[in-house]
């Protein structure tokens, strides 16, 4: 499967954002998809997952209240709305395919990403 993330931009502080992970090649709407992100100078951190149903979904505590991250099954895509954007939300954002039904905050539980797509939030 191949991901491509888009969406991403410059927006400031308090503003919101809909990141798009969509899936080409094959579907990938019976896979946990995970939302990274990664800051300079900083590894890569889970931000959001959501099982294959979309019956569980997981976040980082930051962003907890903030982001909703949900999924088209009949569009092959996920989504990432990020509301009340803060600046240490800066970073690039990537999507990610688990390897299972179900996501998971372990990178490594992932086969396939996208490109990344980045998010400026100014102060």
């Known amino acids: 499967v191949q991901l491509r993330a888009s969406g991403g931009g410059l927006v400031q502080a308090g503003g919101s954002l809909r990141l798009s992970c969509a899936a080409s090649?094959?579907?990938?709407?019976?896979?946990?998809v995970g939302w990274f992100r990664q800051a300079p100078g900083k590894e890569r951190e889970f931000v959001a997952g959501?099982?294959?149903?979309?019956?569980?979904?997981t976040y980082l505590d930051s962003v907890k209240g903030r982001f909703t991250i949900s999924r088209d099954r009949t569009k092959n895509t996920v989504y990432l709305q990020m509301n009340s954007l803060k600046v240490e939300d800066t970073a690039v954002y990537y999507c990610?395919?688990?390897?299972?039904?179900?996501?998971?905050?372990?990178?490594?539980?992932?086969?396939?990403w996208g490109q990344g797509t980045l998010v400026t939030v100014s102060s």
């Open positions: 990610a395919s688990s390897r299972t039904a179900y996501s998971a905050p372990d990178y490594s539980q992932y086969n396939a």
């Open positions: 090649r094959r579907t990938f709407s019976n896979n946990g």
């Open positions: 959501i099982n294959w149903n979309s019956a569980s979904t």
